[in-house]
Structure formats: structure tokens, C-alpha cells
């Protein structure tokens, strides 16, 4: 059901505090460079101002970085 997870860890997030279990969560960041932030990427090119996002690399990289496990590429896709 919808009750509350064992064992978790909240990060202080809005719109709301985000709970999660440590051993059952991963996180997935998808080419952010490229793909969202970077000019002349996918969010440029669907019209939207990727100039708001660049706020959010640090707190990404902090929840990145302190998740005490190493990162995994799993793999790239490119489309031409």
C-alpha cells in the first residue's frame, strides 16, 4: 500500500520533502549536457529556454556525488 518506507532517507526538496529507501533507489541522470542544457540540444530545439536549468547541476551533482555508491554509464544512444 501507500505506507511509509523502512529504512529511508529524506532529502529536503520542493515542492515537498522526497523519502527514499537507500538500498532500493537509484538515480538516473540523463545527458543533461547535451540533451537539456546545451544550445542547439532536444530542449532547444522543442522551444524551451534551457538557460533555466543550469540552476540545477550543483544540486544534482551534490545528490550525486553523496550517494556513496559509484556511478555507472550504462550505456549511449545516439540518433542522427
Not at 532536444?42 to 544540486?59: C, E, K, M, Q
Request: glycine letters at 12%; zero cysteines; proline letters at 8%.
Amino acid at each position: 500500500g501507500g505506507g511509509r518506507l523502512m529504512n529511508t532517507i529524506q532529502i529536503d526538496a520542493t515542492p515537498f520533502a522526497y523519502p527514499f529507501a537507500p538500498g532500493k533507489t537509484a538515480l538516473v541522470v540523463i545527458d543533461m549536457q547535451r540533451d537539456f542544457i546545451e544550445p542547439g540540444g532536444f530542449g532547444a530545439s522543442l522551444g524551451n529556454d534551457v538557460t533555466r536549468l543550469v540552476p540545477s547541476i550543483a544540486p544534482i551533482s551534490v545528490v550525486a556525488s553523496s550517494s556513496g555508491t559509484a556511478a555507472t554509464r550504462i550505456g549511449s544512444i545516439v540518433a542522427s
